[in-house]
């Protein structure tokens, strides 16, 4: 049977029995670089996850997803038996509205199936090629040390918005302890190698070995279309003056 928010606006519908115990749950969602589903997204289809359940919601907006010619659900939550390990992703912008009954939601879930810990992966936006590409982490006084023993720095002070700050916050009052693992990520171009050091933190941090070569592979791609784009541009800028003033 599905299981529903107190709200009832969100649902997250059950499709296959999980059979875990205590699962770690990772979560990733649209944002800078889309560097937390494109890092979850890797994590699935490295530990071969399965999907055993989705998320309906009026906040979410209106479309479908269509990958290898398959239909599928943008919000769902994989699962893997053998790593006891939840994957949560989100593939579509989520409304501000809604981040508080969807984060709640999640939440609830969560601690029905006796989870103690969720992550958050996430991108901090910046402007252009990131130069410093090292993991950060915000987390609750109690796995200060987990994370800093690990090399995994410590943020002091800021606000994380959207879903994951609205995690995090729900976390706070509840018995699941929250992380963000972040990275500086490029705004608004897909930032493989940003997903990549997240999954190498997270490798780090709860001993994963989800391997990044194809990402980094991928990462070498787009550096290499960004600096063609930059190229063009400086050749048509050198050449604007000459047609304004022929």
């Not at 990772?26 to 289809?45: H, K, P, R, Y």
């Not at 915000?138 to 606000?159: A, P, Q, W, Y």
């Not at 490798?203 to 787009?222: P, V």
Request: hydrophobic fraction near 40%.
């Amino acid at each position: 049977m599905p299981n529903v928010s107190a709200a009832a606006e969100v649902e997250i519908v059950e499709v296959k029995g999980l059979g875990l115990k205590n699962p770690l749950i990772i979560t990733g969602f649209v944002g800078a670089g889309l560097v937390g589903s494109i890092a979850v997204d890797q994590i699935i289809n490295q530990l071969k996850m399965e999907e055993v359940a989705y998320v309906k919601s009026r906040h979410l907006p209106p479309v479908a997803i269509f990958v290898g010619e398959k239909l599928r659900h943008p919000f769902r939550i994989h699962a893997s038996k053998k790593d006891n390990l939840c994957a949560v992703i989100c593939e579509i912008p989520l409304k501000e509205e809604g981040l508080y009954s969807i984060s709640s939601a999640l939440l609830d879930w969560a601690e029905k199936q006796g989870s103690k810990e969720i992550l958050v992966l996430e991108g901090i936006p910046v402007p252009g090629l990131p130069t410093n590409r090292q993991p950060f982490c915000v987390t609750e006084l109690s796995r200060c040390e987990h994370f800093k023993d690990r090399g995994i720095n410590l943020l002091r002070k800021g606000i994380i918005y959207g879903i994951a700050g609205a995690i995090l916050s729900e976390c706070l009052t509840r018995k699941i302890e929250g992380t963000a693992i972040l990275t500086p990520a490029m705004a608004t171009i897909p930032d493989p190698e940003g997903a990549a050091v997240l999954i190498d933190a997270l490798n780090k941090s709860h001993g994963l070995k989800i391997d990044t070569s194809d990402l980094i592979a991928g990462a070498t791609e787009i550096r290499e279309k960004l600096r063609e784009i930059a190229e063009n541009y400086e050749k048509t800028a050198a050449a604007e003056p000459e047609k304004m003033y022929a």
